[in-house]
């Protein structure tokens, strides 16, 4: 049986076959479900994220940090997303509209 693979390569699986744990993310009251292998850099770029960018939303407000999803293929796409391999994230993902004809960053946000 062939392994599944995400855009990046990595496998994609259940929370248990990729051994998906939860990472708190520090001083943003948030936790992601990522791969043990990628958690450290995510976390500590999100945690950079919510200090210099913007904050991450909060618990208890909308929910739209995502991380780990074991997801169908992408679509209009033929392959998984990394998501389901629990190597990305996506923070306050309904302000900053993955392929939306503006990102919703502030010139001086991008520039961060």
């Known amino acids: 049986m ?15 076959a990729l051994g998906v744990q939860n990472y708190i993310v520090d001083g943003a ?8 292998a990628t958690a450290p850099i995510l976390c500590a770029f999100a945690a950079k994220f919510n200090v210099m960018v913007e904050p991450i939303n909060k618990a208890g407000t909308t929910f739209d940090d995502w991380a780990f999803n074991q997801m169908e293929v992408i679509p ?7 998501h389901a391999a629990g ?7 309904t302000k900053h509209v993955w392929k939306a004809a503006t990102s919703g960053f502030t010139p001086q946000q991008e520039a961060t």
Do not use: E, M, R
Request: hydrophobic share 40%; charged share 10%.
């Open 2 to 16: 062939a392994i599944l693979k995400a855009q990046n390569g990595w496998p994609v699986g259940t929370k248990q």
């Open 29 to 36: 009251n948030q936790h992601f479900p990522l791969i043990p």
């Open 76 to 82: 209009g796409q033929t392959v998984y997303s990394n």
């Open 87 to 93: 190597c990305a994230i996506d923070i306050n993902a």
